[in-house]
């Protein structure tokens, strides 16, 4: 039994040690904003925030967790993560939607991390999570405008 600290809440799990964060989130917690893509890191889709740093979940061992601050797409809350979402609405940057709580992670982690990114900074967090629909010129703004409505709030 294990104690993890899920979106400011404290969540008892009994699960394997070798079992992946992405699938305690989705099967044993029903969170599904966390979505399973490739199951081995390379697509993105599984993005969440541990202690403000972007991760694959389902590369993430039950193992691996102690006290650190588990993020997902249901408890992105703050001054950035209220830019972005209001940024990914006024410039429209979601199609078919199935990347957007990774890409919204991603990009949050990003802006905890650098307030004012550059292009290339955004690039090089956003190349994490590869989008189908090709929406990365939108996505690259969206951050522009999240990053200049946090500084103002």
């Not at 090709?134 to 103002?152: D, E, F, S």
Request: charged share 20%; aromatic share 4%; net charge neutral.
């Amino acid at each position: 039994m294990a104690v993890l600290n899920i979106n400011g809440r404290k969540v008892q799990i009994d699960a394997e040690q070798d079992m992946p964060l992405l699938w305690i989130l989705r099967c044993d917690l029903g969170m599904t904003g966390t979505k399973f893509g490739c199951g081995v890191g390379i697509c993105g889709a599984c993005m969440i925030n541990l202690d403000d740093v972007a991760v694959f979940a389902c590369q993430t061992p039950m193992s691996s967790l102690h006290t650190q601050k588990i993020t997902t797409i249901e408890g992105l809350q703050g001054r950035e993560a209220q830019a972005l979402k209001a940024a990914w609405i006024e410039l429209d940057v979601v199609q078919c939607g199935y990347c957007q709580s990774a890409q919204l992670m991603a990009a949050c982690a990003l802006l905890k991390r650098k307030p004012d990114p550059t292009d290339a900074d955004i690039d090089d967090a956003m190349s994490l999570v590869v989008c189908r629909c090709g929406t990365y010129p939108r996505v690259r703004a969206a951050i522009h405008l999240a990053a200049a409505k946090a500084r103002q709030s």
